[in-house]
């Protein structure tokens, strides 16, 4: 446990490792994270958590506007002392020149059985495709996406009913012990990474577009997975009772029994249980009907 870690995270994935970290008792040098952004409907300026961790432990956080910036600072850190970096859901593609920096390299935590799901949405991806299985990867950098060799996997098995954030804190907390239980071997050379094979399959960056959903297009099976997936971004918009509403929770139901089974594709129906109405409300699904239904 010689090495020092510098440690690269800015989403909500990567907080759990860097607790794990300070709780084994790792220095960490400097925590590498994206810059504070505006969040919420007052647009409030928002410190990543990674970034309150460091500062609750005291640990320098560097928040480059691009990655290359912090070259010096951390070509000066390793001048006197030996590093290792550490990467989790830190959301920027790494240039080769900072991998170079470090040896073996920077240790990377993917949540997905890498070739699997190489790129930004491995969970949502899994949920979505209705997946049995999903898990993670520790892996080395390259400056390919996500295709560098892996020092170990886990799996994960999947029972259908999943949300996207609470797959993710689960996987965060694998993912960290995984890190914790390989960084010895990773670091004192003992243990060596296999190379990926070349079947890859790929996930890609969502955006608000991914929201919407159409009966025509899909059915009730793919619309509730739709539903689970992207429930925290991009979420799952359609209209209903003529109203656009985001649909939280659903199940699936073979026969319509009240207006809030909506028909897709296939002939099943998509059971709507809460949804946030016009108004911007949670509500329950028969809360909406009674306040909307002619």
């Known amino acids: 446990m010689s090495k020092t870690i510098i440690f690269f995270g800015t989403d909500t994935f990567s907080a759990s ?27 409030r300026l928002t410190a990543p958590l990674v970034k309150q961790i460091a500062l609750e432990h005291d640990i320098p956080v560097w928040q480059p506007t691009k990655l290359i910036e912090t070259l010096d600072d951390i070509k000066a850190l390793g001048a006197t002392i030996d590093v290792v970096g550490v990467l989790s ?23 997905s059985l890498l070739p699997m799901y190489r790129g930004p ?4 991806t899994a949920i ?31 029972d259908g009913t999943e949300t996207a954030p609470a797959l993710e804190e689960t996987l965060s907390e694998l993912g960290a012990r995984m890190l914790i239980e390989t960084l010895p071997s990773i670091i004192d050379g003992s243990l060596l990474p296999t190379p990926q094979t070349d079947e890859a399959v790929y996930c890609s960056l969502l955006n608000k577009a991914d929201a919407i959903i159409s009966p025509e297009a899909l059915t009730a099976v793919q619309a509730e997975r739709h539903v689970r997936a992207y429930l925290e971004f991009p979420k799952t918009k359609m209209t ?53 239904a002619a």
């Open 128 to 158: 979505a495709n209705g997946d049995t299985s999903t898990g993670v990867s520790i892996m080395q950098l390259t400056a390919g996406m996500d295709a560098g060799p892996v020092y170990a996997q886990e799996v994960f098995p999947l």
């Open 89 to 111: 859901s830190y959301g920027r593609i790494i240039p080769q020149a900072i991998i170079d920096l470090f040896h073996p390299g920077i240790i990377n935590i993917h949540p």
């Open 240 to 292: 209903v009772l003529d109203q656009p509403v985001i649909i939280t929770k659903a199940h699936v139901v073979s026969e319509q029994t009240t207006p809030m089974d909506v028909a897709f594709k296939g002939g099943q129906f998509l059971a709507i249980d809460e949804l946030i109405g016009p108004s911007g409300r949670k509500m329950s699904g028969s809360a909406f009907l009674n306040g909307y």
């Open 17 to 43: 490792a860097l607790r794990h970290l300070i709780e084994a008792g790792y220095i960490v040098a400097a925590v590498i994270t994206k810059p504070d952004s505006k969040s919420g409907r007052g647009q």
């Open 121 to 124: 949405s491995p969970i949502e």
